[in-house]
């Protein structure tokens, strides 16, 4: 059980966790429930969340004891419940974050954006082992249902359910030519279904009496601005194998997938969707093990990515609930790297990687003139070009004291793409953005961490972290500004030209301690172990973002990262003989 928490400067946060486990014969359970309670430094900043989640096995025995790997059986039930509860205070402006961190988007707070979400899952699983000749087969289902009442730029409700099911099959064998295949199958099922409904935000509630803006329909008394049954039903399989002679290991395969979209609008029948989107995916890797603790490997793969149900459902129409124009993204990723142990004492692990990226989503905030709220809308991009080198290293010092360091370098560059800005006469025009980097993504960023161990029972782990200067628009204006429309009654909309800038660099400092107590034995309850820990963040205090709305067009991109932070709590342990 680990509980307790106290916070200075900026954030109060309360958070129990408790868990508790056991074996007998041929079952064994886990479960595990938490209660985290937060307030934010900053206004509309509130953050609570329960969760609890059960897990029970059953192995089949033979002689008291597990049956054998190649013929064993498995069966497992997993059921969890979680709650969330959380404010929303929205991104900031330049001026307000270096001034004022702890202030709210004003619509925000007129609208009192937040999520309200329950989530029940419940999966079986099972797996049965074939003999070695046969190999194993593995199965699972899951099923999920979710509430949520969302009150953004309109009060988001919906009812959803999901289903999930799969099918593994995995065999090794020997070939000729002192050849070692595992070939892999697998057959993945997915269906989300349900209602999802939109209203006018009225202070956070259902405006039940307000027309949707420019709504056509006149919805008025009691109907929704949007009222859609929505289906997305997904199929994927796929099959690869793993050829291993002496050092080398050559892996090939190809994923299959199929997505559906039936939107069924019971507002506007017209305005129904229902189209698909597939691809074939393949994979080569090749690795090779220098010598033992030594390998290098490459790849080439293509990849298929959807849009997720959220991304889709954020129109920029006034009268849909849904995003049309938004396709998947098609990407080809080619990596090469390294994994090395070096005298027992250092692991390394470097890789350098290129992608690119047909449609790539990205986000843009956008005004809409008689729209009082602000919409975060996706939108894809003509070509993208990844490139990036990820170093971590962990070293053993002595005995006593290891260290971590990581560095990333990413260059994320827009190579087709033309989009829309606003002028300072409040007009769309085109702009042509081939060769920026894609907003929101740092070149550089590097961590470090040292862990000490004095002591059995003492441990001090302090580390830092540090991030380059990051864009936050697709001109990558490092000072500027931006025209944001402000709606008048009556009058045509007012232009406000709000200043911005990249977010410049920051390193942060963190620091925490542990203390284990003297471990105690009961005749009954066994073990018992309790531990005390201290956590500090951001030590100097520093002013940073943490986040970013890229693109916005209110001139709101920021979110600032939190102030000193201090808390402290307690672990408590019993069981085992």
């Given at each position: 059980?680990?509980g307790?928490?106290?916070?200075?400067?900026?954030?109060?946060?309360?958070?129990v966790d408790v868990?508790?486990?056991?074996?007998?014969?041929?079952?064994?359970?886990?479960?595990?429930?938490?209660g985290?309670?937060?307030?934010?430094?900053r206004?509309?900043?509130k953050?609570?969340?329960?969760?609890?989640?059960?897990?029970?096995?059953?192995?089949?025995q033979?002689?008291?004891?597990?049956?054998p790997?190649a013929?064993?059986?498995?069966?497992g039930?997993?059921?969890?419940?979680?709650?969330l509860?959380?404010q929303?205070?929205?991104?900031?402006t330049?001026?307000?974050?270096?001034?004022?961190?702890w202030?709210?988007?004003?619509?925000?707070?007129?609208?009192?954006?937040?999520r309200?979400?329950q989530?029940w899952?419940?999966?079986l699983?099972a797996?049965?082992?074939?003999?070695?000749?046969f190999?194993?087969?593995?199965a699972f289902?899951?099923g999920?249902?979710?509430t949520?009442?969302?009150?953004?730029?309109?009060v988001?409700?919906?009812?959803?359910?999901r289903?999930?099911?799969?099918?593994?099959?995995?065999v090794?064998?020997?070939?000729?030519?002192?050849l070692?295949v595992?070939?892999?199958?697998?057959?993945?099922?997915d269906?989300?279904?349900?209602?999802?409904?939109?209203?006018?935000?009225?202070?956070?509630t259902?405006?039940?009496?307000?027309?949707?803006?420019?709504?056509?329909?006149?919805?008025?008394?009691?109907?929704?601005?949007?009222?859609?049954f929505v289906?997305?039903?997904?199929?994927?399989?796929y099959?690869s194998a793993?050829?291993?002679?002496?050092k080398?290991?050559?892996?090939?395969?190809?994923?299959?997938?199929?997505?559906?979209y039936?939107?069924e609008?019971?507002?506007?029948?017209?305005?129904?969707?229902?189209?698909s989107?597939?691809q074939?995916?393949?994979?080569?890797?090749?690795r090779?093990?220098?010598?033992?603790?030594?390998?290098?490997y490459?790849s080439?793969?293509?990849?298929?990515?959807v849009?997720?149900?959220?991304e889709?459902?954020a129109?920029?129409?006034?009268?849909s609930g849904?995003?049309?124009a938004?396709r998947?993204?098609s990407?080809m990723?080619?990596?090469?790297?390294?994994k090395a142990?070096?005298?027992?004492?250092?692991?390394?692990?470097?890789?350098?990687?290129?992608?690119?990226?047909?449609?790539?989503?990205l986000s843009?905030?956008?005004?809409?003139?008689?729209?009082?709220?602000?919409?975060?809308?996706?939108e894809n991009?003509?070509?993208?070009?990844?490139?990036?080198?990820e170093v971590?290293?962990?070293t053993?010092?002595?005995?006593?004291v290891?260290?971590?360091?990581?560095?990333?370098?990413?260059r994320y560059?827009m190579?087709?793409?033309?989009?829309?800005?606003?002028n300072?006469?409040?007009?769309s025009?085109?702009a042509?953005?081939a060769?920026?980097?894609?907003?929101?993504?740092?070149?550089?960023?590097g961590a470090?961490?040292?862990?000490?161990?004095?002591?059995n029972?003492?441990g001090?782990t302090?580390?830092g972290?540090?991030?380059?200067?990051?864009?936050?628009?697709?001109?990558?204006?490092t000072t500027g500004?931006?025209?944001?429309?402000?709606?008048?009654?009556?009058?045509?909309p007012?232009i406000?030209?709000?200043?911005?800038?990249a977010?410049?660099?920051?390193?942060?400092?963190?620091?925490?301690?542990?203390y284990?107590l003297?471990?105690?034995?009961?005749?009954?309850?066994?073990a018992s172990?309790?531990?005390?820990?201290?956590n500090?963040?951001?030590?100097?205090?520093?002013?940073?973002?943490?986040?970013?709305?890229?693109?916005?067009g209110n001139?709101?991109f920021y979110f600032?990262?939190?102030?000193?932070?201090?808390?402290a709590?307690?672990?408590l342990?019993t069981?085992?003989?």
């Amino acid at each position: 059980m680990t509980g307790g928490g106290f916070g200075f400067d900026s954030v109060n946060l309360r958070k129990v966790d408790v868990s508790a486990g056991g074996a007998r014969g041929a079952f064994d359970a886990y479960l595990q429930a938490s209660g985290t309670r937060m307030v934010g430094m900053r206004v509309q900043n509130k953050n609570d969340m329960n969760r609890a989640n059960l897990r029970l096995n059953w192995t089949r025995q033979e002689n008291a004891a597990p049956a054998p790997a190649a013929t064993a059986t498995r069966v497992g039930l997993d059921v969890s419940y979680s709650d969330l509860d959380m404010q929303i205070p929205g991104s900031l402006t330049d001026a307000s974050w270096r001034n004022e961190p702890w202030a709210a988007d004003p619509l925000n707070v007129t609208g009192a954006y937040a999520r309200r979400e329950q989530r029940w899952r419940f999966g079986l699983r099972a797996s049965q082992g074939l003999g070695t000749r046969f190999g194993t087969i593995e199965a699972f289902s899951f099923g999920t249902a979710r509430t949520i009442d969302h009150p953004i730029f309109r009060v988001v409700d919906q009812n959803t359910h999901r289903v999930q099911s799969g099918l593994r099959h995995a065999v090794s064998f020997d070939a000729p030519g002192a050849l070692t295949v595992r070939l892999n199958t697998g057959l993945d099922v997915d269906r989300w279904y349900g209602d999802s409904r939109q209203w006018t935000n009225v202070a956070g509630t259902q405006g039940r009496s307000t027309p949707c803006v420019n709504d056509r329909v006149r919805n008025i008394v009691s109907t929704a601005c949007v009222n859609q049954f929505v289906t997305l039903p997904g199929l994927g399989t796929y099959t690869s194998a793993d050829i291993t002679r002496g050092k080398a290991t050559l892996t090939a395969g190809a994923r299959y997938d199929r997505v559906t979209y039936d939107i069924e609008d019971r507002i506007r029948p017209s305005q129904s969707v229902n189209q698909s989107f597939d691809q074939v995916s393949p994979r080569v890797a090749v690795r090779y093990d220098v010598k033992p603790g030594v390998s290098v490997y490459s790849s080439v793969a293509r990849g298929f990515e959807v849009p997720t149900n959220s991304e889709l459902t954020a129109s920029p129409d006034t009268l849909s609930g849904l995003n049309t124009a938004l396709r998947p993204s098609s990407l080809m990723n080619y990596e090469a790297g390294a994994k090395a142990l070096l005298k027992s004492r250092v692991l390394l692990d470097v890789a350098v990687y290129r992608t690119n990226v047909t449609g790539e989503f990205l986000s843009r905030t956008v005004v809409i003139p008689g729209v009082q709220f602000p919409r975060t809308i996706f939108e894809n991009v003509g070509r993208t070009r990844r490139t990036g080198l990820e170093v971590s290293a962990t070293t053993l010092v002595a005995p006593w004291v290891d260290v971590v360091t990581s560095y990333t370098y990413a260059r994320y560059v827009m190579t087709q793409f033309t989009g829309t800005e606003i002028n300072a006469q409040g007009q769309s025009v085109a702009a042509n953005y081939a060769g920026k980097l894609i907003p929101g993504v740092p070149q550089q960023r590097g961590a470090v961490e040292m862990r000490f161990r004095p002591t059995n029972t003492l441990g001090v782990t302090v580390w830092g972290e540090a991030q380059g200067r990051t864009f936050v628009d697709n001109a990558n204006t490092t000072t500027g500004t931006v025209f944001t429309q402000v709606t008048r009654t009556g009058q045509a909309p007012l232009i406000v030209p709000v200043a911005f800038g990249a977010v410049p660099g920051y390193a942060l400092a963190h620091a925490s301690i542990a203390y284990t107590l003297p471990e105690t034995r009961g005749a009954r309850t066994g073990a018992s172990r309790a531990s005390l820990f201290v956590n500090i963040e951001n030590i100097l205090d520093r002013r940073y973002v943490a986040a970013m709305a890229t693109n916005s067009g209110n001139g709101r991109f920021y979110f600032p990262g939190a102030g000193r932070v201090v808390n402290a709590g307690l672990t408590l342990s019993t069981g085992g003989r």
